[in-house]
Structure formats: structure tokens, C-alpha cells
């Protein structure tokens, strides 16, 4: 909902700049191009002009690059590991379905979305956990912690694994077969 509303507002807002553009260069017949938005007021000094101008162009940088931050991004890595037997190679999203699937498993998870980062030598989790709205998350949480993440840092090779935890919440099993 978010991202439409903020699609929605930078269009409005393109049109509207647009349609001033058109109307300036004098390409809108009915609107006559000279005359005054305001009537009575005098135009504000050039410099005031070209400074909110400038803030506009740096509020719209902005607020792309946040945009643009706000498209998920699933890169999936390939780490390899070498040693005298030879080489390993397993991509990060091989690594992570068996943890995701496990955590699945657990009361009241409905679906569980797993990420691997960063190098193999220091690699980070990011856990989107959707539960029921009746699980109990602090349960979920202790057995991730308890169980799940030292078999997945056995299975890499690495204490150093950090892990974020996001849950979202929907429906409990009960409302949902009730609708």
C-alpha cells in the first residue's frame, strides 16, 4: 500500500509539473502563458527562483533513492570453498531452503522466507517469519535461536552467523477457515 500511494503521489506530481512545463513553453492554447497565477503579486527575485528549483531537484534525488531502496532485491551469491579434496560450490538460496523449511515446520508458522548474505566467511541471515495470529512468537523465536540456528551454523561452517527476525502476522487458523 505504501509504495502505491507513493507511485500514485509522484505521478500526480509528474503530471502537475508537466502540465506547468506545457503551459510555459505555450503549448496549452487555452492558457495564456504571460499571465500572472496570482493576480497583484510580483515575481519573487531570480535567485529565489533558481534555489527552489534546486531544493526540488534535490527533494526528488531523495525521494528516488528511496523509492528505488524499496524494490526487494534477491541476488542470489555462490559460495566456494577449496581444499585439498577439492572444491565446494552451493549458492546461498540452496543453502537456506532446508532452514526455511524447517522453521516452517514449527506450531503457528505459516511461511518462512530465508536470505543469505555476504561471504561465506561471515554470512548474514534475514528471516521473514509469517505466523498465525494466535502463534506464539516468543516460542518461535527461543526454537529458531535454540534449535534452528546452530544446526544451520554446523551445516555452514561458521559460529560467526548473524540473523535478523521479522514476523508478520495474519489470520489464525481459526479465522481463516471461519471466512
Same mark, same amino acid.
Given at each position: ?37 496570482? %493576480?497583484? @503579486? /510580483?515575481?519573487?527575485? &531570480?535567485? *529565489? ?5 534546486? +531544493? ?62 555476504? %561471504?561465506? @566467511? /561471515?554470512?548474514?541471515? &534475514?528471516? *521473514? ?5 494466535? +502463534? ?44
Amino acid at each position: 500500500m505504501n509504495r502505491i500511494l507513493l507511485g500514485l503521489l509522484g505521478f500526480v506530481l509528474l503530471v502537475a509539473g508537466g502540465s506547468a512545463i506545457a503551459v510555459h513553453l505555450g503549448r496549452v492554447p487555452q492558457m495564456d502563458r504571460n499571465a500572472e497565477l496570482l %493576480p497583484g @503579486t /510580483a515575481l519573487p527575485p &531570480a535567485w *529565489v527562483l533558481w534555489v527552489v528549483a534546486a +531544493a526540488a531537484v534535490v527533494v526528488a534525488l531523495v525521494c528516488l533513492r528511496w523509492l528505488v531502496a524499496q524494490i526487494p532485491r534477491r541476488k542470489v551469491a555462490t559460495w566456494r570453498w577449496a581444499d585439498e579434496a577439492g572444491a565446494t560450490r552451493i549458492t546461498t538460496s540452496t543453502a537456506a531452503a532446508p532452514f526455511a523449511e524447517e522453521i516452517t515446520a514449527y506450531p503457528g508458522v505459516r511461511k518462512v522466507e530465508a536470505v543469505l548474505t555476504g %561471504p561465506h @566467511t /561471515a554470512p548474514r541471515l &534475514a528471516l *521473514v517469519v509469517r505466523a498465525h495470529g494466535d +502463534a506464539d512468537l516468543r516460542g518461535i523465536r527461543r526454537r529458531i535461536d535454540d534449535e534452528g540456528l546452530p544446526r544451520l551454523r554446523e551445516a555452514l561452517g561458521t559460529a560467526d552467523l548473524q540473523a535478523t527476525v521479522e514476523f508478520r502476522m495474519t489470520a489464525s487458523k481459526a479465522d481463516a477457515r471461519a471466512h
